[in-house]
């Protein structure tokens, strides 16, 4: 009976593993070819260890996933799945051991008012706020106001919300499809989140027809920018993001801080004039 369990956990946990190394080899778009010449192992082995066949070791599943540019949070998993103790720490957001990081994470926040700027995580979950990044999120949502304090809000929520950023976008036609391919690239290596994204691409279907979301726009800027109409006229920004480098812990990883700038000087005149 015991050999019989144990016989089937290791059956489970080796199609968890080989499903893993399928997926984030998918995620990039390699064949099992161009991966095992970057690895400079064989293609049948890829094929062995992929189909169950043959179990990688420490090391070799650790240079797997790095070149695969895998999540930490998968690589973590993988290693749990092939039976090895967990490469990464995951530390809540404050703990004592990320005080330099929460550190500098205000700093860049507060560098960069009065433009709004915000922190997310891996599931898009809304973090911190700058100063401009409140006064947008009043301005554009001043329903959120009325949450609970421990409710955090989830922007992929927000985008798919009827009353969300959506309703105030002007150039929805142009932000949405290439919104969406962003974000359906991120399902890719983050599967949590892939209801919530095709949930916002339900919305954009119901607003933009299917026809439009699947058509190719051309930009008419060299940066996507994204514009909302607003009690103080049309607010035009684009974005940049900002992530630790080479982190080794799953927490900071998965952060993400978003800067927007003015794209037009009508924008910037708001801005400076609002936010105080």
Do not use: C
């Not at 090895?84 to 404050?94: D, F, M, R, V």
């Not at 990320?98 to 560098?111: F, S």
């Amino acid at each position: 009976m015991s050999a019989l369990l144990n016989s089937s956990l290791n059956s489970s946990l080796t199609s968890s593993l080989t499903s893993t190394l399928q997926h984030a080899r998918k995620a990039r778009r390699y064949s099992q070819l161009e991966l095992s010449l970057r690895l400079q192992i064989s293609q049948r082995h890829i094929s062995f260890v992929e189909s169950g066949r043959a179990k990688p070791s420490r090391e070799l599943l650790m240079a797997w996933l790095q070149e695969l540019d895998a999540p930490l949070v998968v690589r973590n998993a993988a290693m749990l799945q092939a039976g090895y103790a967990p490469a990464y720490s995951a530390a809540p957001l404050n703990d004592p051991s990320l005080a330099q990081a929460q550190d500098a994470l205000v700093q860049l926040l507060n560098a960069h008012d009065p433009m709004p700027a915000l922190v997310i995580d891996a599931h898009w979950n809304l973090l911190h706020l700058n100063r401009g990044g409140q006064w947008l999120t009043a301005t554009l949502m001043p329903w959120a106001a009325n949450l609970p304090a421990d409710m955090p809000v989830n922007m992929l929520d927000v985008l798919a919300h009827p009353e969300g950023l959506t309703k105030h976008m002007s150039n929805l036609a142009e932000v949405g499809p290439a919104l969406l391919a962003h974000l359906r690239d991120d399902a890719s290596m983050q599967p949590s989140i892939a209801a919530k994204v095709e949930s916002f691409a339900e919305l954009l279907r119901s607003r933009l027809g299917t026809q439009h979301l699947h058509s190719s726009t051309r930009l008419s800027a060299p940066v996507l920018t994204t514009r909302f109409n607003t009690v103080y006229g049309e607010l035009a920004f684009f974005s940049m993001f900002t992530t630790f480098g080479t982190p080794h812990d799953i927490t900071l990883a998965s952060l993400r801080v978003e800067h927007m700038f003015a794209a037009d000087e009508a924008t910037r005149a708001v801005v400076n004039a609002q936010v105080k």
